[in-house]
């Protein structure tokens, strides 16, 4: 069975402040996504990464895909309140054109202002 | 262009119950896949719909059961509701293959 698991589950945190969220496997995937979602919202792409050791950068969020395609993570710089959300690692599961993601679990960041 | 909606928003239902749930896909997208998102958790896969055919499924019991239509548009139905059915059911819009899906806003629903 394949699984993402996120750390921390949960990050409160003052304005300014970086922090790092950690998706982890023990499968590797040909890609990974980070999604963010706010309440009574669907979850919204950041990015997609597919090849191992990709780093992308979008704004303050820095994204990394691990060497061996199992791992990545999510870095946020100098966080602002705006940065709060539900932040979700997801990866296709089986064939593509089943479309099956499997998520993580999320992480909660709450930043203060 | 028209994003994903979903109806209704909210909705509550007593055990043993059936409920309905629908979903516009975005336009140009051909493919429409369910999640259940339950409080706290990321979201998992229930079935993905192509060309009005069932296109792989998640493990979720046969009373979960869906609809695509010629428009693209889809139904998720859920039999004999079960309290542990309360959640958050999203729906999202693809190409077939497509890396990205688009997420509608979701139906959250309440079983007592």
């Known amino acids: 069975t394949q699984l993402l698991e996120q750390s921390p589950q949960f990050l409160s945190i003052q304005e300014g402040e970086n922090l790092t969220v950690y998706c982890n496997s023990s499968s590797v995937f040909s890609s990974l996504q980070w999604y963010r979602q706010e309440p009574g919202e669907g979850p919204v792409l950041l990015v997609t990464?597919?090849?191992?050791?990709e780093v992308k950068k979008l704004k303050r969020l820095t994204f990394q895909f691990g060497d061996a395609r199992k791992d990545s993570s999510l870095h946020i710089t100098a966080a602002q309140p705006g940065d709060t959300g539900l932040y979700l690692c997801a990866a296709p599961s089986g064939s593509s054109n089943t479309g099956k993601l499997i998520f993580g679990q999320g992480t909660t960041l709450q930043v203060k202002p | 262009e028209t994003g994903v909606t979903q109806s209704p928003t909210h909705l509550i239902k007593t055990r043993g119950q059936q409920v309905t749930l629908r979903c516009s896909s975005q336009?140009?997208?051909?493919?429409v896949s369910w999640y259940q998102q339950a409080l706290g958790q990321g979201p998992q896969f229930i079935f993905q719909y192509y060309r009005e055919e069932e296109n792989g499924r998640g493990n979720f019991p046969p009373r979960f059961s869906g609809l695509q239509f010629p428009n693209y548009s889809s139904e998720l139905n859920v039999n004999a509701l079960e309290l542990d059915d309360s959640a958050l059911y999203l729906c999202?819009?693809?190409?077939?293959?497509?890396?990205?899906?688009?997420f509608g806003p979701g139906t959250r629903l309440l079983v007592l």
């Open positions: 990464v597919v090849t191992g050791g």
């Open positions: 999202a819009s693809s190409l077939l293959g497509g890396e990205t899906q688009y």
């Open positions: 336009s140009g997208h051909n493919t």
